[in-house]
């Protein structure tokens, strides 16, 4: 098997007591079936322990209780986990232990990752100056499975997502242009996925990875669209933010500053932006394999820019402050599965169904 990473990967270094946060507060812990087996049978006081403070979820997973602040009972107060200090790594359960490490397989290749939402990885990946590499190494491993890898359907899609890392670092042209190019791919590829076309996907995969296609597109997009209209879609991704579940009111506090404010703030380059969408993209542009959905996805790349952006302008933002809004968004949006489903019914309906309207807004300056 190959295993590849972001070139910043083997950079990331956990803060421990300096972390401005914590791994798991507020988060509800699955615990893993070795790992549970494992504390099952684990002798002596931390073993009675452990089993005391775990409780089983609706879904009949096991998962590690939480007081009324959220906190795991083996959190200790320097926010260090004591079932670490105590039996080391080994001991945790997977979810504990990798994170803020990520990872998906597709056959043969593992992809691993950081998530954003750890403010050390946030800081690693805003501060990457350069475009984002790649570093990839052979492991002496067998895939699990590989059968849907064969697919023409899907080796297409991975060679899409190479199309959409080119354009995304592409800095020829703006943050907003090539969001924009994005969801005009996205959109042309959805209408292929839904019909099974697997010839509309590869006709779309050539078209994006020729510069002079993407030039036309651009030149297509309306230069001279209505500010109130960008002043409008803010809002309303401020009025629809408001049913979204939080766990955090840092997160809370700081989007109601922004919503309130009315000068303008901090700036932030847009390598930043680049280096946030190359992230998104490589976290969710194959699981258009699994559920069918590119569209909503792109969508959700031109949402988390256009929010992060918004949010950056509108703070008096010191370095620490950008580091906290994209940490914050991932761990509050990205990683509450009913946050990231209400937001994906949300891009099949007005006004984000249509690309053009997301273009608007884009190009609005
Ligand atoms: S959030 Fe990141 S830096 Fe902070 S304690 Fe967890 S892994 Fe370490």
Redesign the pocket.
């Known amino acids: 098997m190959k295993v590849r990473v972001p070139d910043y990967y083997n950079k990331?270094?956990?803060?421990?007591d300096?972390?401005?946060?914590?791994?798991?507060v507020g988060w509800v812990i699955e615990i893993d079936d070795d790992a549970y087996k494992r504390f099952l049978s684990l002798e002596g006081k931390t073993g009675e322990e452990i089993r005391n403070n775990i409780v089983i979820n609706d879904e009949g997973k096991p998962c590690f209780k939480l007081n009324e602040n959220g906190r795991c009972a083996f959190l200790n107060e320097k926010?260090?986990c004591r079932m670490y200090i105590d039996l080391g790594e080994e001991a945790q359960c997977a979810l504990c232990a990798n994170?803020?490490r990520i990872g998906d397989e597709f056959g043969s290749l593992r992809e691993m990752g950081l998530s954003i939402?750890?403010?050390?990885?946030a800081r690693l990946i805003l501060n990457h100056k350069e475009a984002v590499s790649y570093e990839e190494w052979d492991i002496d491993e067998k895939p699990d499975t590989t059968d849907y890898c064969e697919d023409t359907m899907f080796q297409t899609v991975l060679s899409l997502r190479e199309v959409a890392v080119f354009i995304a670092q592409n800095r020829k042209y703006s943050i907003h242009e090539r969001l924009g190019l994005l969801i005009v791919l996205g959109s042309r590829m959805q209408m292929a996925v839904d019909e099974n076309d697997c010839e509309g996907l590869e006709e779309t995969a050539y078209d994006f990875s020729d510069e002079k296609y993407l030039e036309k597109v651009i030149a297509s997009f309306n230069k001279a669209a209505d500010k109130t209209y960008k002043e409008q879609f803010i809002n309303m991704i401020y009025t629809f933010l408001e049913r979204l579940d939080y766990i955090s009111p840092k997160w809370v506090n700081l989007v109601n500053e922004a919503r309130q404010a009315d000068t303008k703030g901090a700036f932030c380059e847009e390598y930043r932006y680049e280096n946030f969408l190359v992230y998104l993209i490589l976290r969710y542009f194959m699981k258009v394999i699994f559920d069918g959905e590119i569209y909503s996805k792109c969508a959700f790349m031109a949402f988390s820019v256009l929010l992060t952006e918004e949010l950056v302008s509108k703070q008096k933002a010191s370095e620490d402050r950008i580091i906290d809004i994209f940490?914050l968004f991932s761990k509050e949006i990205e990683h509450c599965e009913e946050n990231m489903a209400m937001l994906n019914d949300w891009f099949w309906e007005e006004p984000w169904n249509n690309p053009k309207n997301i273009i608007d807004v884009l190009t609005t300056i």
């Open positions: 990331f270094k956990c803060l421990g300096k972390c401005p946060d914590t791994c798991c926010n260090l994170y803020p939402s750890c403010p050390e990885v940490y």
